[in-house]
């Protein structure tokens, strides 16, 4: 008979990766994915314990909302909810399971699908016959079968002799579980890339912390982090990442000063990898992770590529070296980063024309070499070192210099492209683009009072707050014009 008190099983199946290891390697796997499962539902308020079999792991007892959070564990297959039944023969299962499937498949199509696992002799039916009998028993409630793309499937699962009649399945990562496959430290922006880059490695078992060198200010590092959060509280059950901030702004200014402008996005990079290495020395890490993809940039192109890894000894791993722009965003939606992360796409701390496609090994390092290597590990020697998952970031609307609404007497200035600041802008605002800008603000006249906007409102709010150490008082929208374009007043281009 079922069970009536509302709660289900959770049937977690594992990776399929984890199922064709050794005996001694599977073992050490299924024994770190029920360690790191226990830790995502109990992180989520759920006390009760998987319990491990050699062909599933179960969840007796369990809310719906505990298959979503099976789904963020690494070495989950998928994970269904079920609703356990007794039945001995053929006419009880079908009559009991009817019960659940019935209002389930209320019209729409449908199939029927049993799972026999684990051994399962006492029943007197064979999976065949249960699909055709319950097949037959819910058609009346349905609007028609269809096995090849049903709208809903009833799945019928047994377990060592136990029924489960299955109301609804979530895909899992699959991949493998956290269990010492080994340290890497990613490099991350907060842009889409570098967080599916740092995703992907950690699907495959390594514990991944990350490191991020801050180019534009707190409302950069503030949105960066949130999206390392993300990873690390949402997927990161069985390990605690930690965040390496390092301040940047300083090598930027020494690169700008120093270098030939065609090479310093390479130098910058470069740069990057040595302070890594620098951090990893004092840990045990085996790799750096980039979000790099050939030709995606000037910096990405396959010689460029050699040229930055030439400066660090560690394995660099490039999980996006092949793929396309639209694919990395569409995976950003299933990790859950992608609306935090479009919120930072628009920064690039060094944009000049005519950037090097093909820089030689020795003018790199020769470009390098003018900047202090001093300087660089005074920056190290000065990162702070986060527990993400305790990490508590502060809100924007803290921030004093974040406004809602535009001022009078104010004077407005657009750092947008160009082309974003013709098809609409603030009435009245003058354009500016970000690099004109960020090098030309202390020559602005301190009589005067300054709202500065940009798309999303990291730029903007970098860009206020070096304009307020120099004594001039701006502001900056709180969220960007994105957050605030239909009650603001503005001008848009003629059709």
Not at 217 to 227: C, M, R, S, Y
Request: with cysteine; charged share 20%.
């Amino acid at each position: 008979m079922i069970a009536n008190n509302g709660l289900k099983t959770l049937i977690i199946r594992y990776s399929g990766e984890l199922t064709t290891k050794g005996k001694g390697t599977r073992k050490v796997l299924q024994k770190a994915l029920i360690r790191n499962l226990r830790e995502a539902l109990s992180e989520n308020g759920i006390s009760e314990s998987p319990v491990a079999f050699r062909e599933r792991a179960f969840v007796h007892q369990v809310q719906d909302q505990a298959a979503e959070i099976a789904s963020r564990v690494f070495g989950v297959q998928s994970a269904s909810l079920a609703i356990p039944f007794e039945a001995k023969d053929l006419k009880t299962t079908v009559e009991e399971a009817k019960k659940v499937f019935a209002p389930l498949v209320a019209s729409k199509s449908f199939a029927v699908r049993t799972r026999l696992v684990g051994g399962t002799s006492g029943y007197d039916w064979s999976g065949t016959k249960l699909e055709r009998e319950l097949g037959t028993a819910l058609l009346p409630f349905a609007s028609r079968v269809d096995l090849s793309n049903p709208e809903f499937t009833a799945l019928v699962e047994t377990h060592r002799n136990q029924l489960f009649a299955v109301t609804h399945t979530r895909k899992g990562p699959a991949g493998l579980p956290f269990s010492g496959e080994g340290r890497a430290l990613a490099l991350v922006s907060g842009g889409y890339d570098s967080a599916v880059a740092a995703w992907k490695v950690m699907r495959r078992g390594v514990h991944v912390d990350f490191i991020f060198f801050n180019l534009g200010g707190v409302e950069h590092a503030k949105e960066t982090l949130k999206v390392s959060k993300l990873l690390a509280s949402q997927w990161g059950y069985g390990v605690r990442p930690r965040f390496f901030w390092l301040e940047f702004d300083q090598i930027v200014s020494e690169i700008k000063l120093h270098c030939n402008a065609r090479y310093w996005q390479i130098v910058l990079k470069r740069l990057m990898f040595r302070a890594s290495s620098i951090i990893t020395e004092n840990a045990n890490y085996d790799a750096l992770i980039t979000g790099e993809a050939i030709g995606q940039v000037s910096s990405q192109t396959l010689r460029n590529l050699t040229v930055i890894s030439e400066a660090s000894d560690l394995t660099i791993l490039r999980p996006l070296i092949g793929s396309n722009k639209s694919d990395i965003i569409q995976l950003s939606k299933h990790i859950g980063t992608e609306e935090l992360s479009a919120k930072v796409q628009e920064y690039c701390a060094l944009n000049r024309k005519n950037p090097s496609t093909s820089a030689p090994s020795e003018v790199i390092a020769s470009e390098e070499r003018l900047i202090s290597s001093g300087l660089l590990h005074e920056i190290v020697g000065n990162a702070h070192t986060l527990d993400i998952k305790s990490t508590q970031i502060e809100s924007n609307r803290n921030n004093s210099s974040a406004i809602k609404a535009v001022p009078s007497d104010v004077i407005i200035i657009d750092i947008r492209p160009k082309q974003m600041y013709a098809n609409w802008h603030l009435e009245n605002a003058l354009s500016l683009e970000w690099n004109q800008a960020i090098l030309g603000y202390k020559s602005f006249s301190k009589d005067s009072c300054y709202l500065i906007c940009c798309e999303y409102g990291l730029l903007s709010g970098h860009l206020v707050e070096q304009m307020k150490k120099v004594g001039l008082e701006a502001y900056h929208l709180e969220g960007g014009i994105s957050s605030h374009r239909k009650e603001l007043k503005g001008f848009k281009k003629p059709q």
